[in-house]
T-cell receptor, first 113, second 115 residues
């Protein structure tokens, strides 16, 4: 089955700086890698995902990069804002196919104004 | 926008009691999941359900747990004899399919407190 490692566990950045969160996965057959944002007391929500046929995907200030050879993928947030403060989880499929998802341990991002 | 709804939002129960957590998935979704999140920790997979049967389950999902879709809309998680360590937020999630575009839609969660 899939094992997802995520780091750092906590990250503090100044407003306007960039934040990078990294995840590694174990199953080379995995082909779908989403990132979820969880604000305090709320449900996880998908913010961006990437599939194994591309190396990078960008959506405004958020981007995800994938290195299939090294089996790692990263979330990049540029020009961080206080509302980016949350816990971010990476995920990968438990087995071949896209579901169910196994989540990393999460990164608590704090953006300091 | 359609969403997954869960009830109750908060459940307090005594150790050893049975609890049933309820979820109404998005209507055209086919795959349903329960996840658990102990306070401050990661989201952990419990069980997946498709075509009225369990398709996968984790080590956490032992004989104390069961799932059911009794009426074609509700999807329930039952814990037969709760333990203190069952205290957590339980999220239901639904997926449209197992294909490439499979975003997990989470409910708002049920906070279970076992005392």
């Amino acid at each position: 089955g899939e094992n997802v490692e995520q780091h750092p566990s906590t990250l503090s950045v100044q407003e306007g700086d960039s934040a990078v969160i990294k995840c590694t996965y174990s199953d080379s057959a995995s082909n779908y890698f989403p990132w979820y944002k969880q604000e305090l007391g709320k449900r996880p929500q998908l913010i961006i995902d990437i599939r194994s046929n591309v190396g990078e995907k960008k959506d405004q200030r958020i981007a995800v990069t994938l290195n299939k050879t090294a089996k790692h993928f990263s979330l990049h947030i540029t020009e961080t804002q206080p509302e980016d403060s949350a816990v971010y989880f990476c995920a990968a499929p438990l087995s071949s196919g896209n579901t169910p998802l196994v989540f990393g341990k999460g990164t608590r991002l704090s953006v300091i104004a | 926008e359609p969403e997954v709804t869960q009830t109750p939002s908060h459940q307090v129960t005594q150790m050893g009691q049975e609890v049933i957590l309820r979820c109404v998935p998005i209507s055209n979704h086919l795959y349903f999941y329960w996840y658990r999140q102990i306070l401050g920790q990661k989201v952990e997979f419990l069980v997946s359900f498709y075509n009225n049967e369990i398709s996968e389950k984790s080590e956490i999902f032992d004989d104390q747990f069961s799932v059911e879709r009794p009426d074609g809309s509700n999807f329930t998680l039952k814990i037969r004899s709760t333990k203190l360590e069952d205290s957590a937020m339980y999220f239901c999630a639904s997926f449209r399919d197992r294909g490439v575009n499979t975003e997990a839609f989470f409910g708002q969660g049920t906070r279970l407190t076992v005392v």
